[in-house]
């Protein structure tokens, strides 16, 4: 498994030396577009950082060590347990958490963040693994925002037995572990076991408090206890390029900060590419693996850049039956429950050129015989326009099957 130091050398990244602070957002996003990863470190802390690394689909697959997307959504889907091999932990101690780097990205967002931070929680014999961004209040306390899910419910459970949740939190850790860590896997299902099953095995080591099992070949560990207390998160420019309301979310009390200097920290841009590469290329594959079960041929699946890779998808499939681009219109809203809008086309469109989506839709939908509408359904919490429900769109923009020619796109 080669760490994110060896991934962004072997992808070319680029040396800046140290830049300040209010530089860090403009030079990700340039170099996001430029699709070239950048090792640097920022005003003010020794960490080395990388970012931009996952700005690109071919990153994301070498990131996966695939040649094509089946092959990485494959090996996302598979969920195939590996071994975690257990070696001393060989981190140094830091003074606090002002010696490694924290970065206000836009304007209004409520405090310094940290972006890519895996929180790693056992309880009960289950372990989890997921992103949470982390707000720095001070020199020992963090605000974490737990969307409801693994981490969520652990919380909550240990603080209805008035107990607080040990966690360690993990930056810079490699590309296998951040990949799985942004899956939804049932509860119960480690992400690491899943990340070693991707690699092949994951060295892990037990943190010194809380002995719990965190990538040894990652750059920052801090261990620390999630509380009952609450105080306001946000606002925070989320997947969507908005801001992400202001939440009442728990505390994350640091106990200690661990480095490990010879792997990259990690700090990803909220809104940019790498932010919907992470977390909207594992739910393409599910999409993929959802859409495959329902008509013969899935092409290309793409969770589109205007809706965050996160609301608006694009599948291309081969038909047995004009009935079955409706089904896929089901299973792609069953494959990410989050997606708001599905455009379905034949496999003569290409879903990463707009120009032919826009095309197809004009040529071969017609809104009375080809528009799904289900209101009334859970979506996500990051639209803004969504107030408790959700109405979700299909658009079957395919031709019918018996009359090709009629809807033949002319070069
Ligand atoms: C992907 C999410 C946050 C982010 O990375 O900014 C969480 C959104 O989860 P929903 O289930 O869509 O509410
Ligand atoms: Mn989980």
């Known amino acids: 498994m080669p760490s994110l130091r060896e991934l962004a050398e072997t992808l070319g990244a680029e040396h800046l030396g140290t830049i300040k602070k209010d530089q860090v957002t403009e030079i990700i996003k340039k170099y996001e577009k430029l699709g070239k990863p950048i090792i640097y470190k920022v005003e003010g802390s020794d960490v080395e950082v990388l970012s931009a690394l996952y700005s690109s689909r071919e990153a994301v697959w070498k990131a996966l060590d695939s040649r094509s997307d089946e092959e990485a959504y494959r090996k996302l889907l598979e969920l195939k347990k590996g071994e975690l091999k257990e070696i001393p932990f060989k981190f140094r101690e830091l003074d606090s958490l002002d010696s490694i780097p924290w970065v206000k990205f836009y304007p209004k967002d409520g405090g310094e963040y940290q972006t890519a931070s895996i929180f ?3 309880r009960k014999g289950i372990c989890n693994s997921s992103f ?3 707000m720095k209040l001070d020199a020992k306390r963090c605000a974490v925002r737990l969307v409801p899910r693994h981490l969520y419910t652990m919380h909550k459970e240990a603080v209805e037995e008035e107990e607080e949740l040990p966690v360690a939190v993990v930056i810079g850790a490699p590309s296998e572990v951040e990949f799985a860590s942004a899956l939804s896997v049932p509860f119960g299902t480690f992400e690491l076991e899943i990340a070693a099953g991707i690699a092949g095995s994951l060295e892990i080591a037990k943190t010194p408090l809380y002995s719990l ?8 560990v801090m261990e620390g206890r999630l509380t009952k207390e609450r105080v306001k998160e946000g606002p925070f420019v989320d997947l969507l390029h908005t801001y992400d309301k202001v939440r009442d979310e728990p ?10 200097p010879s792997e990259l920290f990690h700090l990803i841009l909220p809104g940019g590419r790498e932010h ?15 859409v495959r079960k329902v008509v013969p041929k899935v092409h290309k699946v793409r969770l589109t850049p205007g809706g965050g890779m996160w609301l608006h998808a694009v599948v291309s499939v081969t038909k047995a039956s004009d009935g ?8 792609a809203f069953t494959g990410h429950p989050s997606l708001k809008h599905v ?17 197809a839709i004009a ?10 509408v289900v209101n009334y359904a859970r979506g996500s919490s990051l639209d803004p326009s969504a107030e408790g429900y959700t109405s979700k769109v299909g658009i079957d923009a395919t031709a019918p099957i018996k009359e090709k020619e009629k809807f033949e796109r002319v070069e």
């Open 120 to 122: 790693i929680a056992c």
């Open 132 to 134: 949470h961004r982390v």
């Open 213 to 220: 099992p965190v990538p040894a070949r990652s750059a920052v």
């Open 251 to 260: 505390v994350l009390v640091i106990d200690k900060v661990y480095w490990n």
């Open 276 to 290: 919907q590469y992470l977390m909207g290329y594992p739910r393409e594959a599910s999409i993929w693996d959802s």
């Open 324 to 331: 079955d681009a409706k089904n896929a219109i089901m299973a």
């Open 343 to 359: 455009v379905i086309v034949d496999e003569d469109v290409d879903p990463d050129d707009p120009e032919q989506v826009e095309w």
């Open 363 to 372: 040529t071969r939908f017609q809104a009375w015989r080809d528009l799904v």
